[in-house]
């Protein structure tokens, strides 16, 4: 899309625990302890894109969209998390029904909903 560059800087893939770690600085002790589908990771990823790419907002989810459990996680169980400059990173526990795809579709649309209700939230501040 024209002009995009003007509002995103980036994106990192971090699909496995090695890489969440190595790329978005995710703690290794927490991923060993609670594995890469916690609402800590979801934030430190989160964390980790923003202060990465320079950016006013960071968005990352982890989840397990199937189609087994992992980690002791069912399927549809997914954390978004949007870190911010100037707040606290909001986390929100998602838990998804259907299919993979399923999942995978209705994860965007809510990390990217909750990515615009954070950045109008701090639009007022």
Known sequence: MPGASAVYRGGVVAYAT????GLLG?????????????????AAMAEGAR???AADFGLAVTGVAGPEPQDGRPVGRVYAAVASRTAVT??????L?????AVRR????????????????????
Do not use: Q, W
């Not at 909001?90 to 838990?95: A, G, H, M, Y």
């Not at 029904?97 to 795809?101: E, F, Y």
């Open 18 to 21: 090695g890489a969440k770690a």
């Open 26 to 42: 995710v703690p290794a002790g927490l991923l060993a302890r609670e594995g890469a589908v916690h609402p800590g990771v979801a």
């Open 51 to 53: 202060s990465a790419l």
């Open 90 to 95: 909001r986390v929100d526990r998602l838990d």
């Open 97 to 101: 029904d259907g299919g993979r795809d």
């Open 106 to 125: 209705a994860t965007a649309l809510a990390a990217l909903r909750a990515l615009a209700a954070e950045a109008a939230r701090t639009a007022g501040e």
